[in-house]
Nanobody, 115 residues
Framework: QVQLVESGGGLVQAGGSLRLSCAAS????????MGWYRQAPGNQRELVAR???????NYADSVKGRFTISRDNAKNTVYLQMNSLKPEDTAVYYC?????????WGQGTQVTVSS
């Protein structure tokens, strides 16, 4: 069973920055895709950013230019650097990984951006 453990969430003022981390219990190169989703109260879970199987990245239009996904294969960790945060970025952020057979989710980390 793969475990994904997120960290780095918190409370920040609008315009501030946070970096989220997602540590996997096995090598992340084994995943076809890996990235971040978020869910705000009353909303559906949505893609924020992810690595695809070809190594390229996808970003939601709402975060392009502000968020950056990166990874450290040696540490089996994926990061999400979030800059210029807005109140509408407030949500629970979930790490996600897919290995072709299963979909894995972390427990989520709360990000709250105050105006």
């Amino acid at each position: 069973q793969v475990q994904l453990v997120e960290s780095g969430g918190g409370l920040v003022q609008a315009g501030g920055s946070l970096r989220l981390s997602c540590a996997a219990s096995r090598t992340i190169v084994s995943f076809n895709t890996m990235g971040w989703y978020r869910q705000a109260p009353g909303n559906q879970r949505e893609l924020v950013a992810r690595y695809t199987s070809g190594g390229s990245t996808n970003y939601a239009d709402s975060v392009k230019g502000r968020f950056t996904i990166s990874r450290d294969n040696a540490k089996n960790t994926v990061y999400l650097q979030m800059n210029s945060l807005k109140p509408e970025d407030t949500a629970v952020y979930y790490c996600n990984a897919i290995d072709g057979r299963y979909v894995y989710w972390g427990q989520g980390t709360q990000v709250t951006v105050s105006s």
